[in-house]
């Protein structure tokens, strides 16, 4: 913006304005003077007279007129005086004009400098509001704590070049606040060797951690000091201390927009913490589940035929263990939630390789077959599970039709013989018994 400083102009002073209406006055009498002088010489010259006081006096009773003439000097010498006084006014009212142009000059000039200075106000207002937001933006994106820590404590000093930026996080106990992060490689003055910060420690970030206020203010020998609390669903998570680097530094004059970026924060750190309970649950849940999937299939592999082959003449049943290896076959495992349940070897019929395509097809193939087996799988295990319960609430039926204690002995043994796989049964209802005695099984 281009400043208009008008020049400076005095006011007049009074000595000044009274100056320029005598000059006028005494040019007017001296030359209304000039009148009467030139009548009068022309008279005497007229009537071949001498210049003497009389001859004067007698020319003016002789003529009236004299008078009128000699009077002159004083009308135009205050005709003169009172146009002086019409242009010291307007001088006046010059200079007046000139000072009200200057004042408007220096008020001009005041208002662009307030221009100024609140264009950049609003600047660096704009400048942290982007930056906020930029920071906000990378740390939401973060779901490892330490990576977290250290990108927000880079990016704060980033923007707050005069001071240094550390971030403490509460331990499990919520007894100490443990530093993760900071702009220095040396430790802050509060923090203790291990870089810990007692809670409810008089310094201002055992306080903040203890009691959760927000933009708790202190004055150091270094400069100013500020803590803002992360706060995760109304309880402190941890303390961003801002350490000044020098005397001279300032604190920025809205720290709700620091206070804002710390609740981003925070709410960073909370995310993060619930990924990592996600991520470890499902980790849990996949290894279990991985587990369950091999012994079952484990269970699956000790029938005796699992396996066949197609050719020319049609399907029949392969030996696994036995089958031949084709240099020139493509074979793709049968994958389930990351263990190896099969193989479908694949032999063609001519000389060609296998392309990129093929083995993508194949491999999706091999898929949706894993897929297709499981499903079965879980088809017989419920079937089976639903045949026992059916056996079992029908001996549970018989069972209760005994009325006395041998037809009941009698039945539970009759239907315990019927299971599958069973040959002989037998019960005991002697407790002195001992548990190794031989007998029918």
Not at 83 to 110: F, P
């Amino acid at each position: 913006m281009t400043n208009i400083n008008p020049v400076p102009v005095s006011k007049p002073e009074p000595a000044i304005v009274r100056r320029n209406t005598r000059r006028y006055a005494l040019y007017g009498a001296l030359f209304g003077l000039a009148f009467p002088v030139l009548a009068i010489a022309v008279s005497l010259a007229y009537g071949r007279l001498p210049w003497s006081l009389s001859n004067i006096a007698a020319l003016h009773a002789q003529q009236p007129m004299m008078w009128i003439i000699d009077t002159a000097p004083i009308f135009l010498g205050a005709f003169a005086a009172l146009a002086g006084l019409r242009q010291d006014e307007v001088v006046a009212e010059r200079s007046e004009v000139a000072q009200r142009a200057q004042e408007l000059g220096e008020i001009r000039h005041t208002l662009e400098q307030r221009v100024d200075e609140r264009t950049q106000e609003l600047e660096e207002r704009d400048r942290q509001m982007r930056s906020a937001v930029q920071a906000t933006r990378q740390m939401s994106q973060i779901r490892d704590t330490t990576e977290l820590a250290a990108t927000a404590v880079q990016l704060m000093a980033q923007s707050l070049k005069d001071f240094s930026v550390d971030l403490y996080l509460l331990d499990e106990r919520r007894s100490e606040a443990i530093l993760v992060a900071s702009s220095q490689t040396e430790p802050p003055p509060d923090a203790s060797a291990g870089g810990a910060v007692k809670v409810g420690d008089p310094g201002i970030v055992g306080q903040v951690a203890a009691s959760g206020e927000s933009g708790r203010v202190s004055t150091s020998a270094t400069g100013p000091e500020l803590a803002l609390p992360l706060l995760a669903r109304g309880r402190p998570l941890g303390v961003l201390h801002f350490r000044a680097l020098h005397s001279t530094a300032r604190l920025p004059a809205d720290t709700e927009l620091l206070q804002l970026i710390a609740d981003q924060l925070a709410s960073a750190f909370e995310t993060a913490r619930l990924f990592d309970e996600s991520s470890h649950a499902l980790q849990q849940l996949e290894a279990v589940s991985a587990q369950t999937t091999q012994s079952a299939w484990q269970d699956q592999a000790a029938h005796p035929r699992l396996a066949f082959e197609y050719s020319r003449s049609g399907i029949r049943p392969a030996r696994p263990a036995s089958a031949t290896v084709d240099p020139g076959s493509l074979r793709i495992p049968v994958e389930l939630r990351g263990q190896k349940i099969g193989t479908i070897a694949l032999t063609r019929r001519g000389a060609e390789g296998w392309t990129d395509a093929d083995r993508d097809l194949a491999q999706k193939t091999a898929d949706q077959v894993a897929l297709a087996l499981e499903n079965v799988r879980l088809l017989e295990e419920t079937r089976e599970r639903a045949l026992q319960e059916q056996m079992l609430s029908e001996f549970s039926a018989r069972l209760g039709k005994a009325v006395d204690l041998d037809s009941l002995l009698q039945t539970a043994v009759r239907e315990l013989a019927t299971l599958p796989e069973v040959a002989d049964a037998s019960i005991y209802l002697n407790p002195s018994a001992p548990a190794d005695e031989k007998g029918p099984s």
